[in-house]
Nanobody, 116 residues
C-alpha cells in the first residue's frame, strides 16, 4: 500500500509564504517522479511542480521564480516552498507520485487559502 500524506496548508495573506510537505510510505526511488498539483473549485487539476528521480525539475510558468520544489531522499519527502502567493492560487494542493509505466499515486490534499 502506497500512501502520500501532505501537510503544511493553511491560510496566508496575499504575498505571503507557505511550505507544503509530502511524506511517502515508500522509498523516494519507488517513484520515477514526484510533484505537486493543485485544483481550485470548478477548475481542472493542474501541474505546479515536479521533480524526477534524476533531479529534473519542472515548474508551471505561473509559479517560476516564486515556488521551489525540494526532495529529501533520506526522509522520503518532497516539499514545495511557495512565496509571494496570490489569491488566485488558493486551491487544494495534491502530492503526486508517478511509477512507470502508468501508475499515479495521490495524496488526499491540503488546502491553501490566500486571503486578507
Amino acid at each position: 500500500q502506497v500512501q502520500l500524506v501532505e501537510s503544511g496548508g493553511g491560510l496566508v495573506q496575499p504575498g505571503g509564504s507557505l511550505r507544503l510537505s509530502c511524506a511517502a510510505s515508500r522509498s523516494w526511488f519507488y517513484f520515477n517522479r514526484m510533484g505537486w498539483y493543485r485544483q481550485a473549485p470548478g477548475k481542472q487539476r493542474e501541474l505546479v511542480a515536479t521533480i524526477s528521480s534524476s533531479s529534473i525539475i519542472n515548474y508551471a510558468d505561473s509559479v517560476k521564480g516564486r515556488f521551489t520544489i525540494v526532495r529529501d531522499n533520506a526522509k522520503n519527502t518532497v516539499s514545495l516552498q511557495m512565496n509571494s502567493l496570490k489569491p488566485e492560487e488558493a486551491a487544494g494542493y495534491y502530492c503526486n507520485g508517478f511509477r512507470p509505466p502508468s501508475t499515479d499515486y495521490w495524496g488526499q490534499g491540503t488546502q491553501v487559502t490566500v486571503s486578507s
